[in-house]
């Protein structure tokens, strides 16, 4: 241990040497000096933060490092304390305190605060800030600025792009290992978005017919594409790759032997049908959809059980926070009252695709005592080969054993982003002042980076994701700032295809082709073949298998089923599926100053961005908002939340599989607005009339904790009170952010409920008590003290938290029965707490009640809206938006205040263990830390675990002072 202590040291002070030196492989190092000077309007009061840090590239010494002394390279974590203690620091917050928790995100870099500059090329300079290490990248040809972006990108997350260049190929295990999670994730995205490389190909040669935008786009996607492997090279002569590299086998830690394999455009493709997928999309859920209204049907007759699937579908619940609130409406997704072409599943007939063939050793299926003996003889193997590795390793054998990504990154729902804007109206200077971002979860190197970009038709700051850096995606020009929450409007849609056989024998469920135009055609089949044997880091014992999508004219097969007897396959049909590429030029609109100067052609940029996101907008004098996204026109007879025939006449009008383009909405068909009083976003409904592609969009949302805090700042600046400052807007947003939705919008009625009546027994009062003294405080949960690691009401938050799964059950399950109840929990979630346990029963989808520890995002999932509305008719309020059917006690009040006080003592006898049991992070019954946020490390840095809080990942704080 003492030479490996000394190897250790002597290598991390090579390593930091090297780092620091190596920053300008290509060329000799240049003294410190200020990236060019722009003009900057907004004063020094633009703000911004993403951690844990910018620095996502460690050594394999550096890694060795961080697991055997807990060191960590500069800028690996520097941003993730200020973001953590705004938790404790946000009551008596001022403007001038938010450099405390923000860093300055003014555009340049001051000459006494650069920490080294270099130049890859001689027309592009790469200044680095002290604060936090982040790439300024200034060009004097536009050439020469996409190099420096794409080698800056690949100086602080080489490592990550690779796994998503990876992933979006569904082929992570073959290059990371065979972990479960990797081969879970991998299957994901090859479901998504199977592609062929010519198909690849193809989409970047769609972005080239685009005009002079697209011929631009290309061009610096290429020139981005050089830089990244400029630096592959020079860090691979230098050694200063990420270790992981060595970790995983792509390289020999001794040698040096082994190679990281050079980007190419057709990887742009793959990462970016990765980001679509993950924040992007939305839709797709049309056979769930169906299998709950089914089971209303059959429950309560056709007529009753419509009324029911549609009261708890609140796709367009009148009584739902909406973004847009100026009087307008977007008329989008609505049923019509007699939809035609229906393709409902017969009862028990659903079957999923098979996407997994011939999978041999780690993934065979253990089916005799011979099989499982050898498959154990070869694990021990396996592990033993694994084990082989240096000393100086030994340390690090098996940390990629759970894999490099969570395996559910895309099949569990994701609640990301929010936004505060407010008109410079209601403001302390007259101008208008914006706290948004994007929650794109937590990940130790984060998937965005942060960065700077000057160069001729360039002017931008902010965050972009990793691998896709050409452009800022999220952030700042001169003048102007621009941010966006996840929309997930329906773009996906189901299809029904007939199946038959080519050699005219009856069809069954199984065939392997499909009535296209009347005649039959083979479905196409897309594989992907994976391989993997142990490594250091991945000590999972070899295995390989083939993963197979099938694909239609109407999309993706999903699933097989028969409808009215007839064998039938369900499609999935993204209207951007083969159209990943396509968003690039809205992306360089925004960062174009010539392109975007106003409101309106801020909107017109976002038009051209066709992945499902609300984009907001702040200047100094005026604040918009559009919703983007490819939104197909359908037939007005057709329902778009249930599976349709595969039939023209049911299909997106003028759809054509050729190309893989149909119709689409007009710009002015989407919610858009301009100068509204104040917008909110926290994924919720965008506008009157856009109807909700998900179960769970009503009257109880997230959002509303949002909006009641903006909404009582604007209405005290209207009556001559108190402006709005962007440390008040700060304060909106980390309030809602610390705050239960279940206590703050739902508790009032539970308790509501309990005390239509005396409470006469000692500890039931007892109990109620201490949850009111929990609603009194605020319904928070947030430390008595800062560094406490215990929370104020602690007793009352942990009974909540049980009590919150037994009295959704108490309340619906034996009203619904059981094939309606498990029908629904299949298609939302009961809950989704900042633990991620306490979920209740889970059927369904693998999406559904998915127990997501340590993720800070919560509460956008759940059953809160069918509580609140249930509750509220039992106390005889006749809310809008109400269930169709009473539940809670069978609509007796008196019934529902029995079952509401047995769950309630039920919940008070759990243990602390039992509602908060034990992870790889916490101890049993720690119900701070299992609240906590990690940063999910994506390579060897792991970080210290941080304080709650529902809150976006990237978050900028921005108010301007003048314009162009």
């Known amino acids: 241990m003492r030479r490996l202590t000394q190897w250790l040291r002597a290598a991390a002070g090579a390593a930091a040497l090297v780092t620091v030196t190596s920053l300008a492989l290509p060329a000799a190092a240049s003294p410190p000096r200020v990236a060019a000077a722009v003009q900057d309007y907004c004063g020094g009061q633009c703000n911004d933060i993403l951690p844990p840090g910018e620095n996502g590239n460690a050594t ?67 200044v680095r800030d002290k604060a936090t290490g982040t790439p300024h990248i200034t060009g004097t040809t536009r050439y020469g600025t996409e190099f420096g972006a794409g080698y800056a990108a690949a100086q602080d997350r080489l490592w990550v792009m690779d796994l998503f260049r990876h992933v979006g190929r569904g082929e992570l295990s073959s290059f990371a290992g065979g972990a ?120 309560y007759g056709t007529t009753q059980g419509d009324q029911v699937w549609n009261s708890f579908r609140e796709s367009e619940a009148q009584s739902a926070v909406t973004t847009v609130h100026d009087g307008q409406s977007f008329s989008y997704g609505q049923d019509p009252a007699s939809p035609q072409g229906l393709a409902m599943p017969d009862p028990g007939s659903l079957t999923q695709q098979q996407l997994i063939f011939d999978p041999t050793g780690s993934t065979a299926s253990a089916t005799t005592a011979a099989s499982r003996a050898a498959r154990t003889a070869s694990r021990t193997t396996d592990a033993a080969v694994a084990k ?36 410079g109206k209601y403001t302390d200077d007259g101008h208008p002042v914006a706290v948004f971002g994007p929650q794109t979860g937590y990940f130790a190197p984060q998937l965005l980076m942060l960065e700077e970009i000057q160069g001729p038709g360039i002017s931008a700051r902010g965050a972009a994701f990793a691998g896709l850096s050409f452009y800022v995606e999220l952030g700042r020009g001169p003048d102007y700032s621009w941010s ?62 083939r993963l197979i999508m099938y694909r239609t004219a109407y999309g993706l097969v999903t699933a097989r089923a028969t409808v009215g007897g007839v064998p039938v396959a369900y499609t999935s049909l993204r209207s951007t599926y083969m159209h990943e590429a396509d968003s690039i030029i809205g992306f360089q609109m925004l960062n174009d100053p010539t392109a975007v100067n106003s409101p309106q052609t801020f909107q017109q940029a976002a038009q051209h961005i066709d992945l499902t996101f609300n984009w907001f907008y702040v200047d100094d004098a005026h604040t918009a908002y559009y919703n983007s996204g490819r939104n197909p026109v359908r037939p007005a007879d057709v329902a778009a939340d249930l599976p349709e025939w595969a039939d023209p006449a049911y299909a997106w009008q003028n759809w054509n599989p050729t190309t893989w383009t149909a119709d689409y909405t007009p710009p002015a068909q989407h919610p858009q ?46 009556a001559s009170g108190p402006k709005v400052t962007r440390a008040t807007l700060v304060q909106a947003m980390e309030s809602a952010g610390l705050t239960d939705l279940r206590g703050e919008d739902v508790l009032p009625q539970l308790l509501a409920v309990i005390d239509s009546s005396p409470v006469s027994d000692p500890g039931q009062a007892a109990l109620v008590n201490q949850l009111q003294g929990w609603l009194s405080d605020g319904a928070q949960r947030r430390e008595t003290s800062a560094g406490s690691h215990t929370y104020a009401d602690a007793s009352a938050i942990q009974t909540f938290d049980a009590w919150w799964p037994l009295l959704v059950q108490g309340e619906f399950q034996s009203g619904m029965g059981s094939d309606l109840f498990n029908a629904m929990i299949g298609a939302l979630q009961i809950n989704e707490s900042p633990s991620g346990g306490q979920t209740g029963p889970s059927t369904g989808p693998v999406d559904a009640n998915e127990s997501i520890p340590h993720k800070g995002s919560s509460f956008q999932f759940g059953w809160w809206s069918y509580v609140n509305l249930d509750l509220r008719a039992v106390l005889g309020q006749h809310p809008a938006d109400a269930l169709a059917q009473p539940y809670c006690g069978g609509g007796n009040l008196s019934a529902c205040r029995q079952m509401l006080l047995t769950t309630l003592q039920q919940a008070a006898a759990e243990s602390a263990a039992t509602v908060y049991p034990a992870d790889d992070t916490c101890s049993a019954g720690d119900q701070w830390c299992a609240d906590s946020i990690v940063q999910r490390a994506l390579g060897g840095i792991t970080d210290s675990n941080s304080n709650w809080q529902n809150r976006p990942t990237y978050q900028q704080v921005v108010q301007y002072t003048s314009h162009r």
């Open 180 to 299: 479960a999670a990797n081969r879970q994730l991998e299957q994901s995205f090859w479901q998504a978005a199977p592609y062929t490389e010519a198909e690849l190909q193809e989409q970047i040669d769609s972005v080239a017919n685009e005009g002079p935008r697209g011929q631009q786009a290309l061009a610096d996607a290429q020139a981005y594409i050089d830089g990244i492997n400029a630096y592959i090279t020079s860090a691979y002569n230098s050694r200063t790759f990420p270790g992981e590299y060595d970790l995983t086998g792509q390289i020999n830690a001794i040698t040096n032997a082994g190679s990281i394999q050079p980007f190419k455009l057709t990887d742009l493709v793959a990462l970016s049908s990765v980001i679509g997928a993950l924040f992007g999309s939305g839709g797709g859920n049309q056979v769930q959809s169906a299998l709950v209204k089914e089971a209303a049907d059959a429950k």
């Open 60 to 126: 394999l010494a550096d890694i060795l490092a961080n697991k055997v002394f807990g060191t960590r390279p500069a800028h690996t974590d520097d941003q993730l304390g200020p973001y953590s203690s705004l938790v404790d620091g946000y009551t008596g917050l001022t403007d001038s305190a938010l450099s405390t928790y923000f860093d300055n995100s003014s555009f340049g870099v001051p000459a006494n605060q650069v920490e080294s500059s270099i130049s890859p090329r001689s027309d592009v300079t790469i």
């Open 388 to 423: 082989k590795a240096p000393a100086k390793l030994r340390p690090l054998v098996g940390v990629f054993d759970k894999g490099v990504l969570p395996g559910n990154l895309l099949t569990a729902k994701h609640g990301m982003s929010n936004a505060l804007v407010v008109s």
């Open 484 to 545: 966006a929450t996840s929309a997930g409007q329906d773009i996906d849609d189901v299809y029904a295809v007939k199946l038959c056989n080519t050699d005219g024998s009856p069809a069954t469920k199984d065939s392997m082709a499909y009535l296209l135009s009347g005649v039959c055609t083979p479905l196409t089949a897309l594989e992907r073949d994976d391989s993997w044997s142990p490594t250091t880091a991945d000590s999972t014992p070899a295995g390989s298998y």
């Open 673 to 718: 607005s301009v100068d509204q009083d104040y917008y909110v976003s926290w994924n919720n409904k965008q506008a009157p009339g856009f109807a909700s592609a998900n179960f769970g969009d009503g009257p109880v949302h997230r959002a509303n904790m949002l909006d009641s805090r903006v909404k009582a700042l604007v209405t005290a600046a209207a």
